[in-house]
């Protein structure tokens, strides 16, 4: 099972008023062993060139950076743990089938 996430705007970063949003995008494949789930994600922050942001320091823009992956990590991780268990164990028992 993959899921891609990709043009998820980011709202309240330091990017100005008429500036393009800064995006968070992730690519994750969810395999199943014998018990249990496993999950790689490669995760992203998108700032597109001309934005306020980058003008930062890189140390804050790294730290700022780091905060929003971690918030939207955690509640997509959030949003997941009611509907993907449901649909994960639906979709390993049709490939037992």
């Known amino acids: ?14 990017t100005g008023a008429t500036q393009p949003p800064i995006r968070f995008e992730m690519d994750a494949v969810i395999r199943p062993t014998e018990s249990q789930l496993m999950a790689e994600a490669t995760t992203r922050l998108v700032i597109p060139s001309g934005s306020a942001a980058r003008l930062l320091p890189r140390s804050l823009l790294r730290l700022l950076g780091q905060q929003a992956l971690l918030a939207c990590l955690a509640r997509l991780e959030k949003r997941c743990q ?16």
């Open 82 to 97: 009611t509907r993907l268990p449901l649909v994960a164990q639906a979709w390993m028992q049709r490939g037992s089938d």
């Open 1 to 14: 099972m993959s899921i891609r996430l990709e043009d998820c705007q980011l709202h309240g970063f330091p």
